[in-house]
């Protein structure tokens, strides 16, 4: 047992550490104007550095979003084509669009219009349009919930390539705000291998002694 000590007529004595493998979480806001617009000046496809780097990354969340307008005022969405290199409106107001993000999705889709088989890692969240007149909010309370896991872990993330964009978008076009950014909030998490929660308290506990 360890060395007891008197503390206000109490016998305490330090807990013995634990060790113990856990998972641990961080959170992290990233908004879309963050990005270098030199570089990538739409929003719908763009690389942002994270905060720092994140090691041995088992999943990604996405707790909520907050997006513009999609149709019907300032800074409402464009279609952009990368091969044409021109932007145009939506012809039909959607009911939802997707986020990918480079490497790291784990969602299947089906194909458009049954074209060939489905699309196998395609999608990293989902997010649904309530509105298309009204300010985009999503939260994992009252929308699909948004989990990509990885195994074996991912050995190092430092950054996010992302894209949005529809359905019916192929690999060459996207959606973005031409006059407004978007934000995000991920939750990261990663395998720890530390000590327990409880390896700095004082108890006379036998277990923990």
């Known amino acids: 047992m360890n060395r007891a000590f008197d503390y206000r007529g109490v016998q305490v004595a330090p807990s013995h550490p634990v060790a113990k493998l856990r998972t641990i979480t961080k959170t992290v806001y990233i908004d879309s104007g963050d990005r270098d617009v030199v570089k990538y000046p739409r929003n ?3 690389v942002v550095y994270l905060p720092r780097s994140y090691e041995k990354v088992v999943s990604l969340r996405v707790k909520s979003g907050e997006f513009p307008l999609i149709a019907g005022g ?6 952009y084509t990368m091969t044409t290199k021109a932007s ?3 012809s039909a107001d959607p009911l ?11 969602a299947d889709e089906t194909a458009v219009l049954a074209n060939g088989s489905s699309h196998a890692d395609t999608v990293f969240a989902k997010i649904q349009i309530p509105s298309a007149t009204t300010r985009v909010i999503y939260s994992e309370d009252t929308g699909p919930k948004n989990i990509n896991t990885y195994t074996p872990a991912l050995g190092r993330l430092d950054r996010l390539h992302i894209r949005t964009r529809l359905h019916t978008d192929t690999s060459n076009s996207y959606i973005y705000w031409p006059s407004a950014d978007y934000g995000l909030t991920v939750e990261i998490e990663m395998l720890d291998n530390s000590f327990d929660e409880y390896s700095a308290l004082e108890t ?6």
Do not use: H, M
């Open 96 to 106: 939802y669009f997707f986020i990918d993000v480079e490497g790291l999705n784990r």
């Open 44 to 46: 719908g496809d763009f």
């Open 88 to 90: 145009a409106n939506l």
């Open 74 to 79: 300032t800074g409402s969405v464009q279609s």
């Open 204 to 209: 006379r506990l036998v277990d923990r002694s």
